[in-house]
Every structure is written in C-alpha cells, then in structure tokens.
Nanobody, 123 residues
Framework: QVQLVESGGGLVQAGGSVRLSCAAS????????MGWFRQAAGKEREFVVTISRSADSTYYADSVKGRFFISRDNTGNTVFLRMTSLKPEDTAVYYCAATTAIIAAQEPSYDHWGQGTQVSVSS
C-alpha cells in the first residue's frame, strides 16, 4: 500500500521557520515527482511547490517563492519543505503528494496523497 506520511507541523510564531517531512513507502520513490499543497480553513486546497524526480527542477507558487524551499532524499524516500519567514496566512494543513508526471502544479496530476499536517502561524 502506498503511504505518504507528513510530519513536522505545529505552532510557530510569525517570522519563524518550520521544516516539514514527508516519508514515502510502497512506491518507487525516485520515479515520482513530489509536491506540497496546503488548505486553509474555508479555502480551496492550493499548490505550494513541486520537485522533479531527480530534483533538477522545482516550481514554486508565487505566494511562497523565496520563503519556502523544497528538497528530496531519494535514498531515504523523503521529501522536505523548509518554510521560513512564516506569515499568519501560511496557516493551513499541508499535504504532500506524488505524481507520475515529471513535475506538476495541478491536483489531478497527483496519484497519491498524505493525510496532512497542521501548520499554525501566530501573529
């Protein structure tokens, strides 16, 4: 069974930093592009960032560019999201997802999803 498990969420003050992790199992991790999405209360889930299979390409949403940084460890089957200069509007449930596409920013392109981890940024 394919499983994606996010961790690292919690409460953080505005301006602070958090690193999220997503551990993947049940799939050949290096064959999947990975992405992070988030969903704030009362809002639609939105794209945050994606990274290609070999980590040679990344694409960030404008709202997080320069503040969030994605990386992956294909040996450890883990994708990371380092979030810095956090703002209250970053408060959301953060989801990692896997795609058979090389890189993708659209939800329908993703085949597997984690359960999400809550990040709450206080002002």
């Amino acid at each position: 069974q394919v499983q994606l498990v996010e961790s690292g969420g919690g409460l953080v003050q505005a301006g602070g930093s958090v690193r999220l992790s997503c551990a993947a199992s049940g799939l050949t991790f290096s064959r999947y592009g990975m992405g992070w999405f988030r969903q704030a209360a009362g809002k639609e889930r939105e794209f945050v960032v994606t990274i290609s299979r070999s980590a040679d390409s990344t694409y960030y949403a404008d709202s997080v560019k320069g503040r969030f940084f994605i990386s992956r460890d294909n040996t450890g089957n883990t994708v990371f999201l380092r979030m810095t200069s956090l703002k209250p509007e970053d408060t959301a449930v953060y989801y990692c997802a896997a795609t058979t596409a090389i890189i993708a920013a659209q939800e329908p392109s993703y085949d597997h999803w984690g359960q999400g981890t809550q990040v709450s940024v206080s002002s």
